[in-house]
């Protein structure tokens, strides 16, 4: 039994986007190798609607990396990025979309951001994930994607929290890293919090990884 969660492979995470993830892009042959060994691959998007309370210009005078209070807890200020239906929020062209069973969409609610492929941030309203995965018999799952900082972590936390048994493709993960050393320090506490780390190399030479 055993899922892959993709998480938020789209073009404006990769170099170039409008929320470029440092070698995001190196992400994206580490994914394709692996979905092939799973039964089931879910991916995540970031679906924003335009003007996302999370986006820097929905805040006249603010810039991407401020911090302000939303939905009473602390929000970075992001670039305008992953609004519905455009092509920065498509999955990556190189990413064998294929492969995805099912699909979450994420951060829908203009008021409060969804770093979580599980919940929005205050872990008030539920995207579905959970509901599927157990629908599905999946109780143990594989994350990667991007960013490890952010959405994965997030993402990987809910799900150790949830009783899933979760484990970490390390090297299927790259950091914004607004400061240095946060990718480190989100592996770090993802670990912490009981969450497995493994390599893609691991899982292919394992030969059926997750099956
Ligand atoms: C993400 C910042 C804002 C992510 C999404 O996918 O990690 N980060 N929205
Ligand atoms: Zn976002």
Redesign the pocket.
Known sequence: MGALIV??IQND?LPGGA?AVPRGDEVVAVANSLMPRFRRVVATQ?WHPAGHK?FAASHPGRSPGELITLAGAAQVL?PV??VQGTRGAAFAAELQAERVDAVVHK?MDPEI?S?SGFFDNDHRRATGLEDRLRALGESELWVLG??TD???KATALDAVRLGFRTSLVVDGCRA?ELQAGDGARAIAEMQAAGVTLVTSGELLAGGSAGR
Do not use: I, Q
Request: aromatic letters at 22%.
């Open positions: 998480v938020d995470f929320l970031d999370s992001w990025h992953c951060g951001d770093y991007l960013a952010y959405c994965v914004v």
